[in-house]
């Protein structure tokens, strides 16, 4: 059973430039997580989302950040128009339910030159 | 206070030592207590969930006290596979049961 994967698990973008970021979930998973992770800090949640519907974006920086997970396919955290400050590790997790363990992909490591 | 507070560490252990971690949180509310490790560069992956009763796995312990919001980790006769940054976990924020927040972690280094 494969894991959680993202892709790509490094991204280069100068700053104004947008960044996807792709996260598929585990086998039978629905429920997807994006936390992202600064240098030198903890992780920090971001989003939670299930097919086709964002549940909480409280995590989400107000502007640039959108993420969905659509019916078919990964979940996507778009970030438009990059600044040096979003350089960092974004981290997808899913889980088979709202209670269950949250299960981390490798992460994309992000950088804005 | 943060949410989540741990040792700063780093810690630098010889093999077969025992070592400790320390976590406290703020949110009286949170429900569900992990341990997680991360390798360098690497995902968080779960070591073991923590249960008020304590729990034990192997050479590792987990201890909670939801009267003083503190949760240990003692690992026994340690590994140079052990090597890696312990993250404090816990759920609640905002009231939910599904949103972790993290502790910064501490870095353990185990030296044959």
């Known amino acids: 059973n494969a894991g959680v994967m993202q892709n790509p698990r490094h991204l280069v973008r100068r700053r104004g430039q947008e960044a996807r970021l792709r996260c598929s979930p585990m086998?039978?998973?629905?429920?997807v997580y994006w936390y992202r992770q600064l240098p030198e800090e903890g992780l920090k949640f971001m989003v939670y989302?299930?097919?086709?519907?964002?549940?909480?974006e409280s995590g989400m920086p107000k502007e640039r950040f959108s993420a969905e997970f659509p019916k078919e396919g990964p979940s996507i955290l778009r970030i438009q128009q990059v600044v040096r400050g979003d350089s960092a590790a974004y981290f997808c997790a899913s889980s088979i339910s709202q209670q269950e363990t949250q299960y981390f992909g490798p992460g994309t490591r992000l950088l804005v030159l | 206070r943060k949410e989540v507070e741990q040792d700063p560490g780093p810690f630098n252990v010889p093999e077969g030592a025992t070592v400790a971690f320390n976590c406290t949180y703020s949110n009286s509310a949170s429900q569900s207590f992990f341990w997680y490790r991360q390798d360098c560069r690497k995902e968080p992956k779960l070591l073991m969930s923590?249960?008020?009763s304590g729990n034990e796995d192997g050479r590792f312990t987990a201890q909670l006290n939801r009267a003083s919001q503190y949760i240990s980790l003692l690992i026994r006769d340690s590994k140079l596979s052990d090597s890696a940054t312990y993250l404090c976990?816990?759920?609640?924020?905002?009231?939910?049961?599904?949103?972790?927040?993290f502790g910064k972690g501490t870095l353990l280094t185990v030296n044959p």
């Open positions: 976990v816990v759920n609640g924020a905002g009231g939910s049961n599904y949103k972790l927040t």
């Open positions: 086998k039978g998973h629905s429920h």
């Open positions: 989302l299930q097919k086709e519907n964002i549940i909480d």
């Open positions: 923590v249960y008020s």
